[in-house]
Nanobody, 122 residues
């Protein structure tokens, strides 16, 4: 499956952005979709993930309660709604997909999008 993330940009602290992850090539609903981010000078970290049909989500502690992951399998698209953004949320955000589910390890995700930059200004 090929993935393309979009929707990044510059937003003030406290604002919101919605990222999209458009999939093509294979049956999107067969894949768990994960979101990761990498801030400058830092390692990539897990943001959250959503199960194949969207019935289950998992979030890292730094974003829990502020970010919401969803998906529309009919549109082959996943979403990351980011609210109450903080300066420390500044990063390149990636969507990824894998078949098995239940993992926060980036190395378990086989397919990756190209990343979209989110910059949160103070």
């Amino acid at each position: 499956v090929q993935l393309q993330a979009s929707g990044g940009g510059v937003v003030q602290a406290g604002g919101s952005l919605r990222l999209s992850c458009a999939a093509s090539g294979r049956t999107f609903s067969n894949y768990v979709v994960g979101w990761f981010r990498q801030a400058p000078g830092k390692e990539r970290e897990f943001v959250g993930a959503i199960s194949w049909r969207g019935g289950s989500t998992d979030y890292s502690d730094p974003v829990k309660g502020r970010f919401t992951i969803s998906r529309d399998n009919a549109k082959n698209t996943g979403y990351l709604q980011m609210n109450s953004l903080k300066v420390e949320d500044t990063a390149v955000y990636y969507c990824a997909a894998e078949l098995q589910g239940g993992t926060r390890r980036g190395s378990d995700y086989k397919y990756w999008g190209q990343g979209t930059l989110v910059t949160v200004s103070s």
